[in-house]
């Protein structure tokens, strides 16, 4: 058994096995997603009804003008997929950590909590878009990527 891997603009699919390779044998899709993008779409669609699940790795900077509580000591922290802090009505989804993983379907206007591991069932048809939950002014600061394995839709 081989491993294989399909590369795209923003997605890459995962592939265990010999022979042809097509999107209907992908284990995982992979996506990177830029702590500075205000959404990177993964590549990978989904119709409403399915079921999306995604697994997350990384690391991202973040900078404040102030230091952070979080990080007293510096106005730079390190934040995992998994966010941290109180949850800050200015991000672009108040309801899920800050600098934690976020994602939703283009077509919706629905942000869901993804983190180090998550999912949702999709509200809509279209790609699954991803990114840095962040203050919607200051993308543009921060640094780092989240490493995003998306499973195939089911």
Same mark, same amino acid.
């Given at each position: ?5 399909? &590369?795209?603009?923003?997605? &890459? ?11 209907? %044998? ?18 990978? &669609? ?5 079921? *999306? ?17 979080? #990080?007293?000591? +510096?106005?730079? #922290?390190?934040? %995992? ?6 949850? !800050?009505?200015? !991000?672009?989804?108040? +309801? #899920?950590?800050?600098? +934690? ?20 069932? &999709?509200?809509?048809?279209? !790609? ?9 002014? #200051?993308?543009? !600061? ?5 490493? *995003? ?6």
């Amino acid at each position: 058994m081989g491993i294989k891997f399909l &590369a795209g603009a923003a997605c &890459a699919a995962i592939v265990l096995g010999s022979g042809s390779v097509g999107a209907s %044998s992908a284990t995982y899709y992979f996506a990177l997603v830029p702590a500075t993008s205000t959404g990177t779409d993964s590549g990978v &669609a989904f119709t409403a009804g399915q079921k *999306v699940k995604v697994k997350a790795s990384g690391y991202a900077t973040i900078f404040d003008a102030e230091p952070l509580p979080t #990080c007293p000591s +510096s106005n730079y #922290c390190w934040s %995992s997929p998994a966010g941290f802090g109180s949850t !800050d009505s200015q !991000d672009t989804d108040p +309801s #899920c950590a800050p600098y +934690s993983l976020i994602g939703y379907i283009a077509g919706s206007t629905t942000y869901h909590c993804l983190g180090k591991g998550g999912g949702f069932t &999709a509200d809509a048809t279209g !790609d699954l878009i991803l990114l840095m939950n962040d203050e919607t002014c #200051c993308y543009s !600061d921060n640094g780092g990527d989240y490493a *995003v394995l998306v499973e195939p839709p089911k």
